[in-house]
Structure formats: C-alpha cells, structure tokens
C-alpha cells in the first residue's frame, strides 16, 4: 500500500493499493504528482524502488522534492567517545 498525506491538512492526496513494485511505486508517485501543485516532498521507508521512480519523475516534470528515506530508527550517539 502507497499514501500520500498532505502534511498540515492531514488530508490523504493519493493512495494506491497494490505489491511494492516499480510498476505500482511509479503509477503511485505519478498520481501524486498530478494532484499536487508545487514541489512535493517526499519521505520514505528505504523502499528501493523509490529513487528510481523519483529520478523519472524529476526527467519527465522537473519535480524539485526531496527523498528522505527514514527507518523511524534515531542513530545511537557515541558513550565516553567510543564509537
């Protein structure tokens, strides 16, 4: 499953409902891109699809987002300066 939310509405934008795939992950974000005006900005989960598909739409639309994959896993800080 694909979401995208508007990020001060909380309004979902776009979903798409399907196996992660560079097929579905490409139809998702070109369905984002359609609905929303400016430039979106983009988190993720790592997915590896996800620069591939972004890069096409930057070629094909001039899109100027950011790809910030996330994990919801904060890097642990060294203790005493040991790493």
Known sequence: MFIALAGAAKAIVSY?????TMENTQAFLWDVRERVFGAPEISSDGFPAYPAAVEDLHERFDVHGHLKPTTGVEPRSPVDGKS
């Open 16 to 20: 798409r409902v399907g196996k992660r």
